[in-house]
């Protein structure tokens, strides 16, 4: 099975800052790569999928970017409505596997 | 709006069984292959099966392989999860959520299962 790795597996920025998040594939994927947000205490949130594709109503400092094996999440400028874990998912075949999330929290 | 609620959780002992339900309203439900996801306290969430939109095709992750069974009832707009031989390590939260070639876009509020004796 393909395994999902990302990193950092925290880490904390000040309101403002760029963060990139990582996420590499064991195999390549082609693009079938989705990232979701999570919220203390809620449901997770698909944000991105096809790698770079922006779900509707997500603000634009969300980006994606990636193919095969490599990919990204990139908030532009760090807000405190942010604060999550957040997690990458291949979907291109089962199991449909999560990666081991990142904790982003305001410093 | 598009919505997806689960239901049937509850405390069990281990070795027990239970059936959870997902029911799905505003979409158009038999034409969406649709996931169960489980998270455990304080763990990622982890994916566990996945059935197509006319049930034809079924996927089980291996942790879960032989043990869950889904199945939906496409008159009812209702997934179901059987869950069979529970051990302590399922205890999670389950969703249910919507599949399609952009992951998964639409989830459920969750059914929480603890195994416990």
């Known amino acids: 099975d393909i395994q999902m790795t990302q990193s950092p597996s925290s880490l904390s920025a000040s309101v403002g800052d760029r963060v990139t998040i990582t996420c590499r594939a064991s195999q390549g994927i082609a693009n079938y790569l989705a990232w979701y947000q999570q919220k203390p205490g809620k449901v997770p949130k698909l944000l991105i999928s096809a790698a770079s594709t922006l779900q509707s109503g997500v603000p634009s400092r969300f980006s994606g970017s990636g193919f095969g094996t490599d990919f990204t999440l990139t908030i532009s400028s760090l807000q405190s409505e942010d604060v999550a874990t957040y997690y990458c998912?291949?979907?291109?075949?089962?199991?449909?596997?999560f990666g081991g999330g990142t904790k982003v929290e305001i410093k | 709006q598009v919505q997806l609620v689960e239901s049937g959780g509850g405390v069990v002992q281990p070795g027990r069984s239970l059936r959870l339900s997902c029911a799905a309203s505003e979409f158009p439900f038999s034409t969406y292959a649709i996931h169960w996801v489980r998270q455990a306290p304080g763990k990622g969430p982890e994916w566990l099966s996945y059935?197509?939109?006319?049930?034809?095709?079924?996927y089980y992750a291996d942790s879960v392989k032989g043990r869950f069974t889904i199945s939906r009832d496409n008159s009812k707009n209702i997934l179901y999860l059987e869950v069979n031989s529970l051990r302590p390590e399922d205890t999670a939260v389950y969703y249910c959520?919507?599949?399609?070639?952009?992951?998964?876009?639409?989830w459920g509020q969750g059914t929480t299962v603890t195994v416990s004796s």
């Open positions: 059935i197509t939109f006319d049930g034809s095709e079924k």
């Open positions: 998912q291949k979907y291109n075949s089962v199991p449909l596997t």
């Open positions: 959520a919507r599949g399609g070639v952009v992951g998964m876009d639409v």
